[in-house]
């Protein structure tokens, strides 16, 4: 079945490649944009999807340069943006994060704004725009009317909350003053298989926990976990159900690390798990995923999360079990 044409941005990326692959396979035709087309030991996973001869193109744009995405986006139905600045060591956050977040959202909106072709955005939020408050109630689960708080991201210096709050808040403010129909989704933290044999940070850190690494994985403390799969379904549900409308929190299960690490240590008694944390004095907090779930997205387990992590990383190399 032809569901017509859709671009993707930053289409290279870890969950990008997950949704170009969910898309291609329900019969879309797929512009992706990436910083090099001709690069093609990175996007060789994108060739090798079922599909991707007939019904992908790759085309160059640049998140912080005006206009860029002008030819990928015009005659297309929907737009997936989920191109974001890379995390690294970060010395100027507004500068290296928060600002090229900012702008190149608005910039993929400008250019949403040219076509008169286009139905839907979905735009790729975060939970980390949804959590980190001042007071949250540990008996009421977070939903789609929370806002994590630009002040306390900032001085608790949380540049990667700080930069998906302050970019979903412009991407909504743009897109109701130019009538641009916007749905945005806030998944927790994506673990499953990584389609291209370069790990990302969030398949690298999950790498080190099941090695034994801690550090990481204590600065997180508590987290919501979600499949991969999941949340490019998520998204497909969302751009594809007429009545969908406003944010969608898109998680499976919400663990303190101890609770994570005795389900995947039993799973796994060989390798080199951390048995325990240090406990973080930190607020006790919950997802309601309902409003997703309304839409027919049923959550893999945490079992089934880790497994098919696992199982990916020792195919590629990345990781032996003894």
Not at 75 to 103: D, K
Not at 251 to 273: K, M, Q
């Amino acid at each position: 079945m032809d569901h017509g044409t859709v671009c993707v941005t930053g289409a290279s990326g870890f969950l990008a490649s997950w949704l170009i692959k969910r898309l291609l396979l329900s019969g879309y035709h797929v512009v992706g944009t990436v910083r090099d087309p001709g690069n093609e030991a990175k996007l060789a996973h994108l060739w090798n999807l079922q599909g991707a001869k007939e019904r992908l193109r790759l085309v160059k744009a640049e998140l912080t340069e005006e206009g860029s995405f002008d030819n990928a986006i015009m005659g297309c139905a929907g737009v997936f943006h989920m191109a974001s600045p890379v995390l690294g060591q970060i010395t100027n956050p507004r500068e290296e994060i928060i600002n090229p977040a900012v702008n190149g959202t608005l910039n993929v909106l400008r250019s949403c704004k040219k076509n008169p072709s286009l139905r839907r955005v979905v735009l790729t939020s975060s939970s980390s725009a949804v959590r980190v408050k001042d007071k949250v109630d540990p008996r009421i689960p977070l939903d789609e009317s929370s806002w994590s708080s630009v002040e306390l991201c900032e001085k608790l210096k949380k540049w990667y909350a700080l930069s998906k709050t302050m970019a979903e808040k412009a991407a909504w403010e743009f897109c109701n003053e130019n009538g641009i129909n916007l749905v945005t989704v806030m998944p927790s933290f994506v673990v499953g298989p990584s389609l291209s044999p370069t790990l990302g940070s969030t398949a690298s850190d999950i790498l080190g926990l099941l090695q034994g690494e801690t550090e990481k994985f204590y600065l997180y403390g508590r987290m919501g976990y979600v499949h991969i799969d999941d949340v490019a379904l998520g998204h497909i549900l969302v751009y594809e159900h007429e009545n969908a409308e406003g944010r969608y929190v898109c998680n499976s299960i919400v663990l303190n690390n101890d609770e994570l690490v005795s389900i995947i240590s039993a799973r796994y008694p060989t390798l080199a798990i951390p048995k325990r944390f240090e406990q973080h004095d930190r607020s006790y907090y919950d997802f309601n995923s309902t409003k997703i779930k309304g839409l027919g997205l049923k959550f893999k387990s945490i079992e089934d999360i880790f497994d098919d992590c696992v199982t990916s990383l020792v195919t590629q190399g990345h990781l032996s079990i003894p």
